[in-house]
């Protein structure tokens, strides 16, 4: 048996699109839904426990659909949710609280690209992939560290994967190929 979830005008507990992007569920059973224009949802589950009723979450705090998008979600080993878009948020109880990512990290010569994947290392340290950029952020000290993978085109050509072993081995994968950073 399967639950479906919808959005349903007449319905505010409902979700705010049925387009999605991203889908995860954390420590607490939240369903944590990120959409391709209306934000994030978080899914309460129902004190019956058939079903969530959905909050809905402007990633900007305002309803600008270029910035709504959300391309990426990740609960960290603190429980904290992270979002990957056009910037790097992390939301908490209260709302979001902006990353400071440096603007030149999200920036490239052919263009501004987005987060699109987020792990993180044994270390507490995410790992953030955009089209071609990988950046490490260290939450505990709000540091930034771009990644060269290829210091000769100042890219890592498009990340489609960030994988970190227990081993402590770090893999990103593009359309270049797979590198092991150590």
């Known amino acids: 048996c399967f639950e479906v979830y919808r959005h349903d005008p007449e ?7 049925n387009s999605l992007n991203q889908v995860i569920v954390d420590k607490n059973t939240h369903l944590w839904v990120g959409t391709t224009q ?3 949802n ?6 019956d426990g058939k079903g969530y009723r959905f909050e809905h979450y402007n990633v900007f705090g305002d309803n600008n659909k270029k910035n709504n998008i959300v391309n990426s979600l990740y609960e ?13 948020q992390c939301f908490n109880d209260s709302g979001f609280t ?12 052919l263009g501004n690209t987005e ?7 044994l270390h507490g340290n995410l790992w953030l992939a955009s089209i071609h950029q990988t950046i490490l952020f260290n939450p505990a000290k709000n540091i930034s560290h771009l990644l060269y993978l290829d ?12 994988h970190v072993t227990d081993d402590k081995k770090h893999y990103v994968m593009g359309a270049c190929g797979p590198y092991e950073i150590h």
Do not use: H, M
Request: glycine share 6%.
């Open 42 to 47: 978080r899914g309460i589950p129902l004190t």
């Open 11 to 17: 319905d505010l507990n409902s979700l705010s699109q």
């Open 76 to 88: 960290d080993s603190k429980g904290k949710i992270w979002v990957g878009n056009k910037s790097f």
């Open 115 to 121: 987060v699109y994947r987020i792990t993180e290392d």
């Open 38 to 40: 209306k934000g994030l």
């Open 151 to 162: 210091p000769y085109r100042k890219t890592t050509c498009y990340n489609s994967s960030l």
């Open 98 to 109: 902006i990353k400071l990512i440096p603007a030149d990290f999200l920036k490239t010569p």
